[in-house]
C-alpha cells in the first residue's frame, strides 16, 4: 500500500470514528436538552397554575388593594393582580358576546384577586396551607383554585421526570457502547502497530499515550460537530416552541455544551484506554484472531 493511500485510510477512519462520536453525542445532546426544558416547562406550568380570591362585595377597595400588597409581599406569591367587579364585567361580557349587565339591571360578580405562586408551593400540601392563612383575611369570601387539576399536574410531572431520567440513563449506556465499539475498531486496525512498538522495547504508557491523545482530540472532535448541531436544532426551535432553552439562557445552555465535552472525552478517553490495553496484553499470534 503507498503512502498517499495510507494517509487516505487514516483520513477516513478519523472521519468515520468523528461522525459516529458526533451522532451518538448529539442524541444524548437531545436527551439533555428534553431533560432541561422539562424543567422549565414543569415550573411555567406550575407557576400558572394559582388560585382566585373572591373578594367580599361589602369590601372598600382600598382594603382590598390592601390585600393585594400583603400577597405580593409574601414568599410564596409570585404575582397577585387585583380585578374589579367593572373589570371582571368587562372579561365576561367579552367572553359572552353581549351586554349581561344590561340585561341584568347590575352586576353579580365579585371583585377578585388572581393569584400566581412559585412553583415551588404549586402542590396540594402547600396550597391548603396558602388557602387557609388566606381565608383569615376579613375581605376574602372564597378561595378557589382547580385541585384535582393541581393533583394531575404534580403526578404527571412526576412520571413525565421518572420516564426520562430512564431514557436518558438507557441512551448513556447505548452511547458508552456504541462509541465504545468505534474506538475498538479503530485500535483494532493498528494492532500490529501496538504490538510492533511493544517487541521494540517501548513501555506501555509510551504505546498508550498517542492513542490516548488522539481519543481525546476525537472526543473534542465528536463534541464540537454535535454542539453545532444542537445550536442548529435550538435556533430552530426557539421560534417555534417558546419557553424552550434559547441563546439568551447561556448558563443553562452552557452547561448543555459542557456536559456534551465532558461525555465526549471521558467516554474516548476510557475506551481507548481499555482498547488499547487488550492489545497490549495479546500474544502476537493472537493478532491474527
Known amino acids: 500500500m503507498s503512502n498517499t493511500a495510507a494517509k487516505r485510510k487514516l483520513r477516513s477512519s478519523y472521519v468515520t470514528t468523528v461522525i459516529s462520536i458526533s451522532l451518538v453525542l448529539f442524541l444524548l445532546g437531545i436527551i439533555g436538552l428534553l431533560i432541561l426544558n422539562a424543567q422549565r416547562l414543569s415550573t411555567y406550568v406550575k407557576e400558572n397554575l394559582g388560585f382566585t380570591i373572591l373578594v367580599n362585595d361589602n369590601s372598600r377597595e382600598a382594603e382590598v ?14 404575582e397577585a393582580v387585583y380585578v374589579s367587579k367593572a373589570e371582571a364585567a368587562a372579561i365576561m361580557e367579552d367572553e359572552l358576546g353581549e351586554d349581561f349587565v344590561d340585561f341584568l339591571g347590575y352586576n353579580p360578580l365579585l371583585s377578585s384577586i388572581e393569584v400566581k405562586v412559585f412553583a415551588e408551593y404549586a402542590n396540594p400540601d402547600s396550597m391548603a396551607v396558602i388557602e387557609n392563612q388566606v381565608l383569615n383575611f376579613p375581605q376574602v369570601k372564597e378561595v378557589y383554585y382547580q385541585k384535582n387539576l393541581l393533583h ?8 413525565i421526570a421518572i420516564i426520562l431520567g430512564g431514557f436518558a440513563i438507557l441512551l448513556l449506556v447505548i452511547a458508552i457502547a456504541l462509541i465504545n465499539n468505534t474506538i475498538r475498531l479503530s485500535v483494532y486496525s493498528r494492532r500490529f502497530l501496538i504490538k510492533t512498538m511493544q517487541l521494540v522495547g517501548a513501555t506501555r504508557g509510551f504505546i498508550r499515550r498517542p492513542f490516548l491523545a488522539k481519543g481525546i482530540l476525537h472526543g473534542l472532535a465528536g463534541a464540537t460537530v454535535a454542539i453545532v448541531l444542537l445550536s442548529a436544532l435550538i435556533y430552530g426551535l426557539t421560534n417555534e416552541m417558546e419557553g424552550m432553552i434559547g441563546f439568551d439562557n447561556f448558563w443553562l445552555l ?10 465526549g472525552i471521558l467516554i474516548t478517553l476510557v475506551s481507548t484506554f481499555f482498547a488499547v490495553n ?10 491474527y484472531f
Open 152 to 159: 394531575a399536574v404534580n403526578e404527571n410531572i412526576e412520571k
Open 278 to 287: 487488550k492489545y497490549l496484553r495479546l500474544k502476537a499470534d493472537d493478532l
Open 254 to 263: 452552557g452547561t448543555l455544551f459542557a456536559i456534551v465535552i465532558v461525555l
Open 65 to 78: 388593594q390592601r390585600l393585594q400588597k400583603i400577597l405580593n409581599a409574601s414568599s410564596y406569591v409570585r
